[in-house]
């Protein structure tokens, strides 16, 4: 989703670069260990940092999305495909 973000003009990946390693700092301030494990999690919080703030989505439909895809995961079996529904952004 970075990617195509990038390429459709977001953002420069020196943007994204330069704030990457601020929320991996941030991690490693707070202690991660940094052995690899979490970089997922840097990334996924870079990218939901630069959405909110180039005015993409607003934190609370961030969170919104976040919940209805838990809601998802945890209906579908496991390796199934995790789909989205209407009824995950209930409530």
């Known amino acids: 989703m970075a990617l195509a973000l990038y ?3 977001l953002f420069a990946w020196s943007e994204w670069a ?3 390693g601020e ?8 202690g991660d260990p940094d052995t690899g494990e979490t970089y997922y999690l840097h990334w ?3 990218l939901e940092r630069m959405v909110a703030e180039k005015g993409m989505a607003s934190p609370q439909a961030l969170a919104e999305h976040h919940r209805a895809w838990e ?3 945890h209906r579908t079996p496991h390796g199934k495909p995790i789909e989205l529904r209407p009824e995950d952004f209930g409530q």
Do not use: D, F, H, N
Not at 23 to 30: G, L
């Open 23 to 30: 929320e991996i700092k941030k991690a490693q301030a707070s």
């Open 71 to 73: 809601r998802a995961m």
């Open 18 to 20: 330069a704030m990457l």
């Open 44 to 46: 996924l919080a870079t």
């Open 7 to 9: 390429e459709k003009g």
